[in-house]
């Protein structure tokens, strides 16, 4: 784990250098939760995971349209060669999060969890917006997921 961060208010997290030395399982750099008025800018990730790994992992973010929440300018490379779980965005359950001019490479052998951003939540949960992310998978995985939950 790079870094938790849960239920707080105006945090920055900025300028920052995450690389994890490819002998973790499981490796989240940023996870953030239950958060709003946040900022995530700038931050270099580098992930060597041997199994699953996330770059920027949201859930529950709890913006409002005069109070939302800015993922920006990140630079996020994830290197997974074992073909398991690798997504350099994952954001779930989400309100008024903007996530712009982020870069995201994917190295995912596997199709079917090699994901540039991933997004799930129900229908009720608005107001994100994603803006000029590059994004590139290279492998069979898709650069951008959206999945609907009840």
């Known amino acids: ?36 008025s946040a900022i995530i800018s700038n931050n270099t990730i580098i992930n060597q995971s041997t199994s699953a790994a996330y770059g920027i992992y949201t859930i529950g973010l709890n913006g ?8 920006s300018n990140n630079s996020v490379s994830l290197i997974n060669s074992n073909g398991g779980t690798a997504r350099g965005i994952h954001a779930q359950n989400n309100r008024f999060a903007k996530f712009y001019f982020n870069s995201i490479y994917n190295n995912c052998p596997n199709l079917a969890n090699g994901r ?35």
């Open 1 to 36: 784990m790079g870094m938790f961060v849960q239920s707080t208010k105006n945090t920055l997290i900025d300028s920052n250098y995450f690389k994890d030395a490819g002998s973790s399982s499981l490796i989240y750099s940023i996870y953030f939760a239950t958060s709003n």
């Open 116 to 150: 540039g951003v991933y997004v799930t939540g129900p229908p009720s949960y608005a107001g994100n917006v994603y803006v000029n992310n590059n994004v590139v998978v290279d492998g069979p995985g898709a650069c951008f997921e959206a999945v609907s939950s009840s």
């Open 64 to 71: 409002s349209s005069s109070d939302s929440n800015l993922i």
